[in-house]
């Protein structure tokens, strides 16, 4: 009789563990998926539809990175390697990226809205950083890095990339998002369509609006 107790006992906790183990949102694989009642409209998942694997081949799971262009205003250029280059990448929650760095070439201040980065000095010298939350007063973390060093930039923090040696350098991120998606903060801010209000952005940034109208008239360059 205390045996099948136990017994029962045990089935009702593992199965109030899992209940709790799956009852949870799924992380976000891309900005948005809008829910809708009609599921005859319905295209798009947190995610990508998945193949039969039977169906599955070799090509699947292969990409080749070329070097990118840094010939352009920022003398960088990032080439990503995520789920929408390698398809077989779905799921799996990884991804990765070459960036390309001319001399004095730099990959602004940005965020990936999901996923932590950690990036490896395959050549050069360069000066990274990254700033944390208002909770934690934007303190700045910053470093020199040469070849072979690693930096990690936390998820959702602010993060930049420059060279600051005297040739090109070259490094590899690894991402924990099979998509982590980017955020450009100067471009978000003064190049988003339409355009964010000045009034909101000269109380933002306290200056004159006339700066904030010369800032919104740059064309804003994307290196992603």
């Known amino acids: 009789m205390k045996v099948s107790v136990v017994v029962c006992s045990l089935v009702a906790f593992l199965a109030l563990v899992f209940s709790f183990a799956s ?6 694989l891309q900005d948005f998926c809008v829910a809708i009642n ?24 292969f990409f080749h990175v070329n070097p990118g262009n840094t010939d352009n205003p920022l003398g960088s250029q990032v080439t990503p390697v995520t789920v929408n280059e ?31 980065e950690i990036l490896t000095v395959i050549e050069g010298e360069l ?17 020199v890095l ?13 993060h930049f990339q420059l060279n600051v040696g005297h040739q090109n350098a070259l490094a590899i991120s690894g991402l924990s998002s099979q998509n982590p998606g980017v955020i450009t ?20 940034f306290q200056v004159d609006k006339n700066i904030i109208a010369y800032l919104q008239k740059q064309i804003w360059y994307n290196n992603n």
């Open 86 to 116: 390698i398809l077989g990448l779905n799921t799996l929650g990884i991804s990765l990226a070459r960036i390309d760095y001319a001399a004095g070439g730099l990959n602004p201040p940005h965020i990936h809205p999901r996923g932590t």
């Open 146 to 158: 040469n070849k072979g060093d690693v930096f990690v930039f936390p998820f959702g923090m602010i």
């Open 23 to 28: 009852a949870y949102d799924p992380s976000p």
């Open 185 to 204: 903060i100067a471009n978000a801010v003064f190049g988003s369509t339409p355009p964010i209000s000045p009034e909101v952005l000269t109380k933002a």
């Open 127 to 143: 000066l990274v950083g990254f700033v944390s939350s208002n909770q934690d007063n934007n303190r700045l973390f910053t470093k």
């Open 38 to 61: 009609d599921t005859k409209t319905g295209v798009f998942v947190n995610g990508k539809f998945c193949k039969d694997p039977k169906l599955a081949k070799a090509e699947d799971f």
